[in-house]
C-alpha cells in the first residue's frame, strides 16, 4: 500500500502474505510479480467495508479482489503520470 502525505512524499506499507519466505520469494520469482511489481490499487475503506460485511479474508487478501476496484494504476501514480 502507497500512502502520499501532504507534501508529496511516499510511504510503502506491505505485509507478508505468504505462509512461509520461500512461497513469498517463489511468487517474486514468478510472472504475475513480473508483470506487475508494484500490484493493482484498491480502496481501503471499501476492503473495510466488505469484510465488516461479511468477505472471508482469503477472498480479500487475493489481487483479484483489488482488481475490480476502479482506482487509477499506482504505478502511474508513483511516476507522478496519473
Known sequence: MYYQDPDGGFVEMQID?????????GYMEGPEYGAD???PAFDPEAMLAARRSGAAVD??????????SPM??????LT???
Open 37 to 39: 511489481a508494484v500490484g
Open 17 to 25: 502474505n505468504f505462509a512461509d519466505p520461500d512461497q513469498a520469494t
Open 59 to 68: 477472498e480479500l487478501i487475493h489481487r483479484s479482489w483489488a482488481l475490480r
Open 80 to 82: 507522478g503520470t496519473a
Open 72 to 77: 487509477p494504476d499506482p504505478m502511474l501514480v
